[in-house]
């Protein structure tokens, strides 16, 4: 049996600014009060863990004890089938230390150059933790294709290259609310809530 959430204050262990609105969103309906790490200054850990799930648990447990709250942390990225799943947990950091995510767009379309499978999806790990070290993850993904060049100036991260399933947009042209429905983080989320957030 998942442990429960039972409100108040709440850590989203994350120093992306478009992240925290994202899942501030998804958490608005619970009472949640949502607080950046960054907010608090707390640290980013150095991700050192070789799957999604292990990250956001690394990040949410290091923002929990380090707050003394609950911590919710997401781990995700684009996996890119042509790519042996590249850039995968390494996303971000295709984008540098500048959080360059037009540069990271760029080298994806660079890598699969000659290429002819477009198909990618992404993956999202979502970790909450408690200040005693227990913690829940769950994840979700959604498959779409690649798309160049990059449209869209909705989302964040790759969302302008990504074509979700079933879609002839991409995430970065879609109306949030069109895109929480059926994103990764939503279907990640979709199961945190049934674990610890519902009676």
Known sequence: MARRFDGGRLVV????PGKVR????LLA???VEAVAAGALNLPEPEE???TFVGNATLKARAAALASGLPALADDSGLAVAALNGAPG???????G?????AAAMARVERELAGKSDPSAKFVCALALCWPDGHCEAFAGEVNGRLRFPPRGEKGF?????????GHDITFGEMDPA????MSHRARAFAQLVAACFRA
């Open 13 to 16: 262990a994350s120093h992306n």
């Open 22 to 25: 994202e899942i501030a969103e």
């Open 29 to 31: 309906p619970f009472k």
């Open 48 to 50: 050192t863990e070789s």
């Open 89 to 95: 947990i390494y996303s971000a950091r295709w984008a």
């Open 97 to 101: 230390p500048a959080k360059d995510f």
């Open 157 to 165: 991260g790759y969302d302008p290259i990504f074509v979700p399933e």
């Open 178 to 181: 069109m895109k929480h429905a």
